[in-house]
């Protein structure tokens, strides 16, 4: 009887004690700030000092309020709101920076392929005066490199001179040395004369319409590179504004019960429910929002610049057709020396030719040249169209000198670039609320935070 008797109730005593063991255990591990301590120090929110061991009920929270005990500190409660406006103004950061770093990569390649060219058409230029004009050269040189330099600060945004008033005060320089060693070939140096001829080189119209003809061809293409430098720092100076960008109080707040309240509790894994955290994303960046629609229109207009510059190469064929105008230009030059020789007399005073008063060696001085009776408007449009034909070799892209940018890319290939890409940023400042959310919430768990409770999704 005993025997019976004792086994039964040693086990009914040995499962009550254990099934007490396991509960009091079981409260232990729910009620300790070990994974709060730990989520704590990863994230680097502040001193490990102010995370208690176990949870408080006496503890004085403004914002991460909720009935029982918690495992947050006044201070944690302060610490938890910077780290959540820290946490998401890098993350704002982070993506303005990638479109920043589009605009100025693209700008930086913009401004690399333009110098390429420059740097070709000046040569290119150049090269006329060695091989044909060759008595003009040296003299010329030193304004030819004026001229490219004048139009490359013209784009980089860094001078105030117009295309017009560069090229035109080039056909003023070239005028006087057109004019002694191509109209009056010998005729002696005088500064007053070479003065005067620079001085009245519009009223004498020595070159005809080719000047005005090759300020025209490049004016559009230049100003519209012009506005596309402004355009990238401006969108520079966006992104830069958008990163410089603060938060307000009660979206800190709106921060910290989202991100960090869920910690007092001791549920540090619980990611927001989506709705609740585009919610307060909206809430926190309405300013940003209202950029959207400013940026649509600047995205179009920078588009529409970018086709401009680089549509069918029109900046590079702009720039390739300088040569062919100011030899046009000599041509008809040589073709009115008569008349201009006259007017210069009138204008000027007479010039004293140090060897001949005729021009023998003007057909030594350009070569092939047949003279004829002056060229009606559309003759000479015809002149540089077949002078531009003879260069058709170039006219698919000119030949760029590579750099770490452009790599030999044409405008036209950079621009289709950019093009690509920037139109994947038309809704940038409308998504940034869901792009912050996409790093917060994971949409494939079953329970979520609401702001007060864990809920079902």
Request: net charge neutral; charged share 20%.
């Amino acid at each position: 009887m005993s025997r019976g008797l004792f086994p039964r109730v040693n086990v009914c005593w040995i499962a009550a004690l254990l099934l007490a063991h396991l509960a009091v255990a079981s409260a232990a591990r729910a009620h300790t700030c070990s994974e709060v301590k730990t989520a704590f120090q990863l994230r680097q929110i502040g001193p490990l000092k102010w995370v208690p061991e176990a949870p408080a009920t006496d503890v004085n929270l403004l914002v991460c309020k909720h009935a029982g005990p918690s495992c947050c500190t006044r201070k944690m409660e302060e610490s938890y709101k910077v780290a959540a406006v820290r946490d998401t103004m890098q993350n704002i950061r982070s993506y303005s920076f990638e479109l920043k770093f589009l605009l100025l990569g693209h700008a930086a390649a913009f401004q690399d392929t333009y110098q390429s060219l420059f740097t070709f058409s000046q040569g290119h230029l150049i090269s006329l005066f060695e091989s044909t004009y060759t008595s003009l050269s040296s003299r010329i040189a030193p304004h030819v490199t004026s001229l490219f330099s004048s139009l490359s600060n013209f784009i980089q945004d860094t001078s105030n001179i117009s295309v017009d008033a560069t090229v035109y005060s080039f056909y003023d320089h070239l005028f006087p040395i057109v004019h002694n060693h191509i109209i009056k070939p010998g005729i002696a140096e005088d500064n007053n004369l070479s003065e005067c001829l620079r001085a009245t080189r519009q009223d004498v119209n020595p070159f005809g319409h080719h000047a005005q003809a090759m300020v025209e061809e490049l004016a559009g293409a230049m100003q519209a590179a012009r506005a596309l430098t402004r355009a990238f720092s401006m969108g520079e100076e966006l992104m830069n504004v958008t990163e410089a960008a603060s938060l307000t109080s009660e979206c800190a707040k709106a921060l910290l019960k989202m991100q960090y309240c869920p910690h007092c509790q001791g549920l540090t894994l619980i990611r927001p429910c989506p709705e609740y955290c585009l919610n307060v994303m909206r809430g926190c960046l309405v300013n940003v929002a209202e950029l959207d629609m400013p940026w649509r229109h600047y995205v179009a207009i920078l588009e529409d610049l970018i086709h401009i510059v680089a549509g069918e190469h029109s900046l590079e064929l702009a720039l390739l057709g300088v040569r062919g105008h100011v030899n046009e230009a000599i041509l008809y030059a040589q073709l009115h020396e008569a008349r201009i020789s006259a007017t210069v007399d009138k204008v000027c005073g007479q010039s004293v030719a140090a060897t001949q008063s005729a021009h023998p060696t003007t057909d030594m001085m350009i070569p092939t040249v047949t003279l004829s009776p002056e060229p009606t408007t559309n003759q000479s449009e015809s002149n540089v169209m077949k002078q531009l034909a003879r260069l058709s070799h170039l006219r698919s892209s000119l030949p760029l000198k590579p750099t770490k940018h452009n790599k030999d890319r044409s405008l036209k290939q950079i621009a289709r670039e950019l093009l690509k890409y920037i139109v994947r940023y038309k809704a940038f400042f409308a998504a940034v609320p869901e792009m912050l959310c996409e790093g917060e919430v994971v949409r494939d768990e079953p329970t979520c935070w609401s702001g007060n409770d864990v809920v079902e999704r």
